[in-house]
């Protein structure tokens, strides 16, 4: 058993979907945009500059649907869906919320997007 090693404060799952070539449907990762192909890299870079990396682990995950919205990512805990990301609004969550502790609203997905969670209690048969 390992004693000692704390768990991390914030996972930040961010979505790498990448629709493949001439696919209509949005991604999060396009092939017509170098800045979304370099997000993932940008935030891991951000959180090993600012010395939080051991903290706040980045998680590459698959499409979170809601790809209309892309490029997104999921803040856990607190279930906080940032949508539209660029590298500049990467860097202000990293630095007002990761670190700062305050959500930054502007970014969050609209809340009709992003109803409730449904507890899997009220679904399972
Ligand atoms: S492709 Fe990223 S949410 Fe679907």
């Given at each position: 058993m390992l004693n000692g090693i704390p768990q991390p404060a914030f996972y930040i799952f961010k979505c790498q979907q990448s629709a493949p070539p001439g696919m209509p449907k949005p991604s999060c990762?396009?092939?017509?945009?170098p800045e979304s192909q370099e997000l993932f890299q940008h935030l891991s870079q951000s959180l090993m500059q600012k010395g939080i990396i051991a903290t706040v682990q980045p998680i590459q995950t698959s499409c979170l649907n809601r790809c209309q919205q892309g490029p997104v990512m999921l803040v856990e805990p607190g279930h906080t869906m940032y949508v539209e990301l660029t590298k500049e609004k990467v860097d202000k969550i990293i630095d007002e919320?990761?670190?700062?502790?305050?959500?930054?609203?502007?970014?969050?997905?609209?809340e009709e997007a992003w109803g409730e969670a449904i507890a899997p209690a009220d679904m399972a048969r």
């Open positions: 990762v396009s092939q017509n945009s919320h990761i670190i700062g502790g305050n959500v930054v609203d502007e970014y969050v997905i609209a």
